[in-house]
């Protein structure tokens, strides 16, 4: 496989691109707009500088020469697996996914999802080709973290899921693990809940953010505690997962808190809105 596609150049999106691009795969990203793909590229060269910075590449240049931005998904037509990472919304995901299946031409190109909770069925079905559809889920941050979860659903042809694992191990040099297709796969399954309880700790007045997190830190040898980690993750990502968990198994640990959905409502959304649990 050599013509790889992203839709969304967020967070992940970017990411994805970018590692595939360092990994000499011929690059098209879509974005929804004109100012989002600006917004992308920029990422892009921040990321890829930094890399270049810190000695991991020799030119950022040269990646970017292998990575072309387009504001249309009809630039999706020639490749060969394409990897929706737009948001986690499942109706903006189910269209897209409904339009890829018009728009790309080989009948063997792997139509994928980024999603880190979004039954892979639901999109798989929209298409004609559920066969082709699987799940190939990136961690934040993608060019660090090595983990990639590969989620067939029941429609997800084996030589599908296979090759998606050659890609991200052979190719982007990613570990994979293998999930059912449930609502959230297994990190997510465990984290989310995880999260959720250390804003419930908070929102009851129980510990600042900061001895939270320290707490973590310092006592159980996480690498940042779990309001930091929400911040990165993007805590309008976080209520969707926690959504979609609830949904797919209503249990309370998966409801999303108040003081989450306010923060939301605020646009206190972490790291990439400047201001979430904390200050940036
Ligand atoms: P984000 O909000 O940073 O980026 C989403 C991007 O998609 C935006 O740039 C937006 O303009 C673009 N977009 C939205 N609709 C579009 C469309 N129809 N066509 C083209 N572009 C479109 O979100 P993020 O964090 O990158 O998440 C993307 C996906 O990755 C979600 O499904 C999320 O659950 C998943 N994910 C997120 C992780 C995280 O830590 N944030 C980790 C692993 C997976």
Request: glycine content about 8%; aromatic content about 4%; some cysteine.
């Amino acid at each position: 496989m050599d013509k790889l596609g992203v839709v969304g150049c967020g967070l992940m999106g970017a990411g994805i691109a970018e590692v595939s691009a360092r990994a000499g795969l011929d690059v098209v990203v879509v974005e929804s707009s004109v100012l989002a793909a600006d917004a992308g590229r920029k990422r892009l060269e921040r990321s890829l500088q930094r890399a270049e910075a810190k000695g991991k590449i020799d030119s950022a240049d040269e990646v970017l020469s292998r990575i072309r931005l387009e504001t249309t998904v009809d630039a999706m037509a020639d490749r060969e697996i394409v990897i929706e990472a737009i948001v986690e919304d499942e109706q903006a995901k189910a269209d897209l996914f409904s339009r890829l299946d018009k728009v790309v031409e080989a009948p063997d190109a792997i139509l994928a999802s980024n999603t880190s909770s979004i039954p892979i069925m639901k999109l798989g079905v929209v298409t004609n080709r559920p066969e082709n559809v699987v799940g190939i889920h990136f961690f934040n941050p993608v060019p660090v973290l090595k983990l990639v979860e590969i989620v067939p659903s029941l429609l997800t042809s084996p030589e599908v899921t296979e090759r998606a694992r050659a890609l991200v191990e052979g190719r982007l040099g990613k570990q994979a693990i293998d999930c059912q297709d449930r609502a959230g796969f297994v990190v997510n399954a465990l984290l989310i809940p995880f999260i959720l309880s250390a804003i419930r700790m908070l929102e009851s007045g129980f510990a600042s953010p900061e001895d939270i997190d320290r707490g973590l830190v310092l006592g159980a040898a996480h690498p940042q505690g779990p309001l930091a980690l929400a911040d990165l993750i993007g805590l309008d990502t976080t209520k969707a997962v926690a959504d979609s968990l609830y949904e797919e198994f209503k249990e309370p640990l998966y409801a999303a808190p108040p003081l989450l959905l306010r923060m939301v409502d605020a646009g206190l959304l972490g790291r990439k809105a400047g201001r979430g649990f904390y200050t940036y």
